[in-house]
């Protein structure tokens, strides 16, 4: 496992998409630190309307868009797994060196440890940038922003188990790059329907307030708002859940297919 660590550490090191992930993540940060104060933004999703109004201070706006984490997770994951397989690197390590279950849970526990890693990097060098700059008066306590980061973890991690599963399920890098990017969408056109469903067979409310209710923005917004929440538990635990199941599933996929 420490190989394959340190192999796939020194291929995202080398890579330049991995530097362009690491560069939007800068980008990310630095602006709403650079227009505090001048930094507005508005969020309409689902049916729910707006950013919380206790969500004020520009940095928590920030912190309740995390769900581009999705999107810069797909690099990664896409240079870790797709590359491997692609390229035989897969095949030979699997055939020779370790088991198919090792290299899987190698693979799984490098990239969630990564992305946790990146996010935990940006989440506090977006608050301390934003205290060094715009002063500590500007912003909320550190002990906030501690929390409003381990409340997003879980869905941070089942990002990380869901675009594994992808990568390991689709193997080509193209077809995974297309899935990853269309489930958001995809998610959106669901809830559309169970809102039309909605309106004509009362009934139904329970299901889209199910499926609206632990959407990933949702609940990142939902989260930061209230990390304290019995909601951020039942978040942890949904989304922990997900994980669990996604990676065995994705495990049970791969054992069985070619390579």
Not at 15 to 26: G, L, P
Not at 95 to 114: E, H, N, Q
Not at 169 to 198: C, D
Not at 228 to 249: D, E, N, P
Request: hydrophobic fraction near 50%.
């Amino acid at each position: 496992m420490r190989n394959i660590f340190k192999s796939d550490l020194y291929r995202l090191w080398v890579n330049n998409w991995s530097m362009v992930d690491i560069t939007i993540v800068f980008l990310i940060i630095s602006m709403p630190v650079l227009f505090n104060g001048n930094f507005q933004m508005t969020l309409t999703i689902g049916s729910s309307g707006v950013i919380p109004e206790t969500i004020i201070d520009p940095i928590k706006i920030q912190m309740a868009l995390d769900n581009i984490f999705y999107y810069l997770f797909i690099i990664p994951v896409g240079l870790v797994i797709n590359s491997d397989i692609s390229s035989s690197a897969a095949k030979n390590t699997v055939s020779s060196v370790v088991s198919r279950k090792k290299y899987f849970f190698s693979k799984y526990a490098f990239i969630v440890t990564y992305n946790v890693i990146i996010f935990i990097f940006y989440m506090f060098v977006m608050y301390f940038a934003d205290c060094i700059i715009n002063g500590y008066s500007y912003t909320f306590p550190v002990q906030d922003a501690l929390m409003i980061t381990l409340a997003q973890l879980p869905i941070m991690i089942f990002i990380s188990s869901l675009l594994t599963f992808y990568a390991f399920v689709f193997k080509r890098a193209v077809i995974f790059t297309s899935v990853s990017l269309l489930t958001e969408f995809a998610y959106l056109v669901i809830l559309k329907i169970a809102s039309l469903i909605n309106n004509n067979i009362s009934k139904y409310n329970i299901f889209e307030n199910i499926i609206y209710k632990y959407e990933i923005q949702n609940a990142i917004i939902s989260v930061t708002s209230e990390p304290l929440s019995g909601y951020t538990l039942s978040c942890a635990v949904v989304f922990i859940f997900g994980s669990v199941i996604i990676t065995a599933l994705g495990y049970a996929i791969f054992r069985k297919q070619e390579i």
